[in-house]
């Protein structure tokens, strides 16, 4: 029994009272950076990595290695393949006896771009060997052509050809980034012909952006 005179001691926390409150605590200060990862984690993009380029299908591919970070998307068309490389967007297509291997590439810059270059006037195909480049003039786009003369080759046969037995369209556009898409073409380029692109290859490039 407490004396009259003498206070009674002060209850003391129990041990499990105090580990609950430093346990709300330390749950108050960490839970918003916890969550901040969260949205970020699941708001990120699809991871990119350096991947070679396999224009064409899947009977006929030519493979362009570059530095440029290229990441594989769906086309509408089955028979494209389409790539987001950095800021340039790539597509490739592969045409059985074409009629009219300039206006086949053509159709395929149009189809990527919706851009109209069905007249020779509005820009002209400049031609090396069996390989064909084709850049209007301010348009921000850049196609190439390689023809060859026999289906099914397993060699891609480097020889000027008028009548290719088929063709492989390759078209770069919608870029933020003209240097990027230089360096892409000039590479795109040395894979179509077996040569890096010379001072009138680099001319027709550069004046889709001039």
Same mark, same amino acid.
């Given at each position: 029994? @407490?004396?009259? $005179?003498?206070?009674?001691? *002060?209850?003391?926390?129990?041990?499990?009272? @105090?580990?609950?409150?430093?346990?709300?605590?330390?749950?108050?200060?960490?839970?918003?950076?916890?969550?901040? &990862?969260?949205?970020?984690?699941? =708001? %990120?993009?699809? &991871?990119?990595?350096?991947?070679?380029?396999?224009?064409?299908?899947?009977?006929?591919?030519?493979?362009?290695?570059? +530095?440029?970070?290229?990441?594989?998307?769906?086309?509408?068309?089955?028979?494209?393949?389409?790539?987001?490389?950095?800021?340039? $967007?790539?597509? +490739?297509?592969?045409?059985?006896?074409?009629?009219?291997?300039?206006?086949?590439?053509?159709? *395929?810059?149009?189809?990527?771009?919706?851009? !109209? #270059?069905?007249?020779?006037?509005?820009?002209?195909?400049?031609?090396?060997?069996?390989?064909?480049?084709?850049?209007?003039?301010?348009? =921000?786009?850049?196609?190439?052509?390689?023809?060859?003369?026999?289906?099914?080759?397993?060699?891609?046969?480097?020889?000027?050809?008028? !009548?290719? %037995?088929?063709?492989?369209?390759?078209?770069?556009?919608?870029?933020?980034?003209?240097?990027?898409?230089?360096?892409?073409?000039?590479? @795109?380029?040395?894979?179509?012909?077996?040569?890096?692109?010379?001072?009138? #290859?680099?001319?027709? @490039?550069?004046? &889709?952006?001039?």
């Amino acid at each position: 029994m @407490i004396p009259k $005179n003498q206070c009674a001691p *002060a209850a003391r926390p129990q041990p499990r009272a @105090i580990q609950l409150a430093l346990l709300a605590l330390f749950t108050a200060a960490v839970l918003p950076f916890v969550l901040a &990862a969260v949205v970020r984690v699941a =708001g %990120a993009s699809p &991871a990119r990595h350096p991947v070679p380029l396999d224009l064409g299908n899947d009977e006929w591919t030519v493979s362009v290695p570059t +530095s440029v970070s290229c990441l594989s998307k769906d086309s509408s068309q089955p028979d494209v393949r389409t790539w987001e490389c950095g800021s340039t $967007n790539v597509t +490739s297509s592969v045409a059985e006896n074409p009629e009219n291997s300039d206006r086949t590439l053509r159709r *395929a810059l149009r189809a990527a771009t919706n851009r !109209n #270059v069905s007249e020779p006037s509005v820009s002209e195909v400049y031609s090396s060997g069996n390989v064909s480049l084709l850049a209007p003039s301010q348009s =921000g786009a850049v196609a190439m052509q390689l023809k060859v003369e026999a289906s099914g080759e397993s060699e891609v046969n480097r020889s000027e050809t008028e !009548n290719p %037995a088929k063709v492989l369209n390759v078209v770069l556009y919608k870029t933020g980034n003209p240097e990027e898409m230089k360096t892409l073409a000039g590479a @795109i380029w040395q894979a179509l012909s077996g040569a890096a692109p010379d001072e009138s #290859v680099n001319d027709v @490039i550069n004046q &889709a952006f001039s």
